[in-house]
């Protein structure tokens, strides 16, 4: 089946707008992680929704940062008044309740002018 | 604060040589020990994984050596191929009621033909 997907691919804005990032996980997977890579860097967690659990929102680094999980499957990433900072990959992941496998999605890479 | 520390920060090795990345974590509850593979523009991806019940794990040519009173485990690449060039990540898992993990900053691997 199809693995992990993300959209967009890139996507590059202005200082002050609003992004949508979208993550499409793997079919039957009830786990969804949200990560950031900034340039040369490791992943830092921002999120993780299990099954109909509240999510754990502990690595989001301010309250320009939101996500939701539609329907226990995709889930949006928005960062709202984007700063220059914010600019990095942000990685999705899923895997099957408590199991011990992460698949990762492409990525997708935000540049904020 | 720092959980993981990853090392060395990047590692240059000639095909046919041994490549060893090692993983040191703080004083925290992991139950999970995997390292990840990561090729440029892509997302990570699980290579090989171990449980702290045991002290060394091999699959082909990976192998990871884990040391639970040192609080460090490490990846052996056997045999380098260039195909192994990538970016290296531990990523340890909490075990304090989700399930997540603590990326390693990564090592940049490069095999030399």
């Known amino acids: 089946g199809a693995g992990v997907s993300q959209s967009p691919s890139n996507k590059v804005t202005e200082k002050g707008k609003d992004v949508e990032l979208r993550c499409d996980p793997i079919s039957g997977h009830t786990a969804l992680y949200w990560y950031r890579q900034s340039l040369g860097q490791g992943l830092e967690f921002l999120i993780y929704f299990q099954g109909n659990s509240a999510p754990d929102k502990s690595g989001l680094p301010s309250d320009r940062f939101s996500a939701e999980r539609t329907g226990g499957s995709v889930s949006t990433l928005t960062i709202q008044r984007t700063q220059q900072e914010d600019s990095a990959v942000y990685l999705c992941?899923?895997?099957?309740?408590?199991?011990?496998?992460?698949?990762f999605g492409p990525g997708t890479r935000l540049t904020v002018l | 604060q720092q959980q993981v520390k990853q090392s060395p920060q990047s590692l240059i090795v000639q095909k046919g040589g041994i490549s060893i990345i090692n993983c040191a974590y703080e004083?925290?509850?992991?139950?999970?020990f995997p390292w990840y593979q990561q090729f440029p523009g892509k997302g990570p991806a699980l290579l090989i994984a171990?449980?702290?019940?045991?002290s060394e794990k091999k699959e082909g040519r990976f192998t990871i050596s884990f040391n639970k009173s040192a609080k460090q485990f490490s990846l052996h690449i056997m045999d380098s191929q260039p195909g192994d060039s990538a970016t290296y990540f531990c990523?340890?898992?909490?075990?304090?009621?989700?399930?997540?993990?603590?990326f390693g900053t990564g090592t940049r691997l490069k095999v030399l033909a």
């Open positions: 171990i449980r702290p019940d045991v």
């Open positions: 004083n925290t509850a992991f139950d999970y």
């Open positions: 990523a340890p898992r909490g075990t304090s009621g989700t399930y997540k993990y603590i």
């Open positions: 992941a899923s895997s099957l309740a408590k199991s011990d496998t992460q698949y």
